[in-house]
């Protein structure tokens, strides 16, 4: 906990708001159980228990200087994080937290330049307006709910960090659905707190991408530096890959460069095209990951066997893992595996099924799973490759219903969040599009290209593009919009982003 010299009524008072916060008294009453299920030593679960004192602590000050300052606007903000000297990011993070508890309202202002075309982009933050919801913190203390309303909802991304970080192992993520063991969970809201569909604050996220403290609104492809249309030049990765094998040469050389010590991906599981999560601790298991799996796989609960190896990782995920792996370093609690990832791999994804979708999918294409080589996702088209070199394709217009309903309030399509993004859209066939989207991917994107391990182009030189990738981005953002504004309308509960 942060060494501070009680010398006034509001650090005090603040002290005992966060004393009395549920958190905090659910992760105290529940040491014993904690430390039984051995996810955290003791060490841990201090380390964890005292920065999140520290954050609830800045929260309820926060609130109190918002609520006793006379301009309830962005200024009252930096004066905060000037006189605390806490970094801004953590600030804005921090004050969505309150608005998400219904504490506070928060009304963006922003202007628009003047060009013409009127375009989201163009929106330029101006200012916060904010109201004070409840003058008496204590009247309203928020409960942190078991992430058991994520899944009854159907809002679950299937990302998992949930259980990749629950201290008691009371959760568990498998096949696209979220389990909780009631009789274990101790209502610690940890799941919840980390949980990308709870609530998501997206403009904060995009500041922590930049490293930057100007707002920005982004709706096409997220932000990045460069675009690249590549493709591997190790011949064991091409002969199994999906596309262009980037992912794939990422891990191998991080791996054999010694710049990682294990990666978290995806494998075939004894059940065909039911993939698991693996931790892969060689460039051979690299070779067990390669291929699109379009079945959900609950990579990130393998964490929860990682947080007592002092590790460097790399995770290579869907863009709702990408998201839940950026929140969780925006509200950064000290839990070990994550303060332990060097580099986030993110994957294009549309939308995920269900195993049991996957096998009505076969039956629509009428073929059997076990005849299937190969699949894809092409020019609007969900396409198998069989074992007899057939190529069997149906419309995805014509079975995106059988998609996890989950997935329809994901706005996501090039993983926003990620170091790195790899996807086919936009490239030839047999090449991947690489969105390199912060200084650490474009730095390791460049050492591929100095030890020769990939073919490299400018997304300007081929066809169809950086557009067709903004095309179907926008088309994503767009459906999740349409569905989330459904869901409203019948009362349903939704993601905050």
Same mark, same amino acid.
């Given at each position: 906990? %942060?060494?501070?010299?009680?010398?006034?009524?509001?650090?005090?008072?603040?002290?005992?708001?966060?004393?009395?916060?549920?958190?905090?008294?659910?992760?105290?009453?529940?040491?014993?159980?904690?430390?039984?299920?051995?996810?955290?030593?003791?060490?841990?679960?201090?380390? =964890?228990?005292?920065?999140?004192?520290?954050?609830?602590?800045?929260?309820?000050?926060?609130?109190?200087?918002? !609520?006793?300052?006379?301009?309830?606007?962005?200024?009252?903000?930096?004066?905060?994080?000037?006189?605390?000297?806490?970094?801004?990011?953590?600030?804005?993070?921090?004050?969505?937290?309150?608005?998400?508890?219904?504490?506070?309202? =928060?009304?963006?202002?922003?202007?628009?330049?003047?060009?013409?075309?009127?375009?989201?982009?163009?929106?330029? @933050?101006?200012?916060?307006?904010?109201? =004070?919801?409840?003058?008496?913190?204590? !009247?309203?203390?928020?409960?942190?709910?078991?992430?058991?309303?994520?899944?009854?909802?159907?809002?679950?991304?299937?990302?998992?960090?949930?259980? /990749? =970080?629950?201290?008691?192992?009371?959760?568990?993520?498998?096949?696209?659905? /979220?389990?909780?063991?009631?009789?274990?969970?101790?209502?610690?809201?940890?799941?919840?707190?980390?949980?990308?569909?709870?609530?998501?604050?997206?403009?904060?996220?995009?500041?922590?991408?930049?490293?930057?403290?100007?707002?920005?609104?982004?709706?096409?492809?997220?932000?990045?530096?460069?675009?690249?249309?590549?493709?591997?030049?190790?011949?064991?990765?091409?002969?199994?890959?999906?596309?262009? /094998?980037?992912?794939?040469?990422?891990?191998?050389?991080?791996?054999?460069?010694?710049?990682?010590?294990?990666?978290?991906?995806?494998?075939?599981?004894?059940?065909?095209?039911?993939?698991?999560?693996?931790?892969?601790?060689?460039?051979?298991?690299?070779?067990?990951?390669?291929?699109?799996?379009?079945?959900?796989?609950?990579?990130?609960?393998?964490?929860?066997?990682?947080?007592?190896?002092?590790?460097?990782?790399?995770?290579?995920?869907?863009?709702?893992?990408?998201?839940?792996?950026?929140?969780?370093?925006?509200?950064?609690?000290?839990?070990?595996?994550?303060?332990?990832?060097?580099?986030?791999?993110?994957?294009?994804?549309?939308?995920?099924?269900?195993?049991?979708?996957?096998?009505?999918?076969?039956?629509?294409?009428?073929?059997?799973?076990?005849?299937?080589?190969?699949?894809?996702?092409?020019?609007?088209?969900?396409?198998?490759?069989?074992?007899?070199?057939?190529?069997?394709?149906?419309?995805?217009?014509?079975?995106?219903?059988?998609?996890?309903?989950?997935?329809?309030?994901? @706005?996501?399509?090039?993983?926003?969040?990620?170091?790195?993004?790899?996807?086919?859209?936009?490239?030839?066939? /047999?090449?991947? %599009?690489?969105?390199?989207?912060?200084?650490?991917?474009?730095?390791?994107?460049?050492?591929?290209?100095?030890?020769?391990?990939?073919?490299?182009?400018?997304?300007?030189?081929?066809?169809?593009?950086?557009?067709?990738?903004?095309?179907?981005?926008?088309?994503?953002? %767009?459906?999740?919009?349409?569905?989330?504004?459904?869901?409203?309308?019948?009362?349903?509960?939704?993601?905050?982003?």
């Amino acid at each position: 906990m %942060t060494s501070e010299v009680i010398n006034s009524w509001e650090s005090l008072k603040s002290i005992a708001d966060t004393l009395d916060s549920y958190r905090i008294r659910a992760l105290l009453d529940a040491k014993q159980d904690i430390l039984d299920a051995g996810v955290y030593n003791e060490s841990q679960y201090y380390h =964890i228990l005292f920065t999140m004192f520290d954050q609830e602590r800045v929260k309820y000050s926060l609130f109190e200087d918002i !609520k006793n300052h006379p301009q309830k606007n962005y200024s009252a903000i930096q004066e905060f994080v000037e006189k605390n000297s806490i970094d801004l990011k953590k600030v804005l993070s921090i004050l969505k937290l309150l608005m998400y508890e219904n504490l506070i309202k =928060i009304e963006e202002l922003y202007d628009k330049r003047d060009n013409g075309d009127n375009i989201p982009e163009n929106l330029i @933050f101006k200012d916060f307006n904010i109201s =004070i919801i409840q003058k008496d913190i204590s !009247k309203i203390r928020s409960i942190y709910e078991p992430v058991k309303i994520i899944f009854d909802t159907k809002v679950c991304s299937g990302c998992s960090l949930c259980a /990749g =970080i629950c201290p008691v192992k009371c959760l568990d993520i498998y096949n696209g659905f /979220g389990k909780i063991d009631e009789d274990k969970c101790i209502r610690c809201g940890l799941c919840y707190l980390i949980c990308p569909r709870s609530f998501l604050p997206v403009d904060i996220l995009n500041m922590l991408q930049e490293n930057t403290s100007e707002f920005k609104k982004y709706y096409k492809i997220g932000s990045y530096i460069e675009v690249y249309s590549a493709r591997t030049k190790l011949k064991k990765i091409a002969e199994v890959c999906q596309d262009g /094998g980037i992912s794939s040469t990422l891990l191998y050389y991080l791996l054999e460069a010694g710049k990682i010590d294990l990666a978290l991906g995806a494998k075939m599981s004894n059940t065909l095209w039911r993939p698991e999560p693996i931790i892969i601790k060689s460039k051979d298991d690299v070779l067990l990951t390669s291929g699109t799996k379009y079945v959900n796989n609950p990579t990130l609960k393998s964490l929860n066997e990682l947080h007592q190896e002092n590790k460097s990782l790399a995770i290579v995920g869907v863009p709702c893992m990408m998201q839940a792996l950026l929140k969780a370093e925006l509200y950064d609690i000290g839990f070990p595996a994550l303060n332990n990832i060097k580099y986030r791999i993110g994957i294009f994804c549309m939308e995920s099924f269900s195993y049991q979708s996957l096998l009505k999918i076969c039956e629509v294409l009428e073929t059997n799973i076990k005849h299937i080589k190969k699949m894809d996702i092409n020019r609007g088209q969900f396409i198998v490759y069989t074992h007899k070199g057939d190529t069997l394709q149906v419309p995805i217009k014509q079975i995106s219903h059988l998609a996890r309903e989950d997935c329809e309030v994901c @706005f996501d399509l090039t993983a926003e969040s990620a170091d790195i993004s790899v996807g086919s859209i936009g490239s030839p066939s /047999g090449w991947n %599009t690489i969105i390199l989207r912060t200084e650490k991917g474009k730095e390791l994107y460049e050492e591929l290209l100095k030890r020769d391990l990939i073919e490299s182009k400018s997304i300007t030189e081929i066809q169809p593009g950086l557009p067709m990738v903004e095309k179907i981005a926008g088309i994503k953002k %767009t459906t999740c919009l349409k569905h989330i504004n459904a869901k409203k309308d019948e009362e349903k509960r939704v993601p905050l982003y």
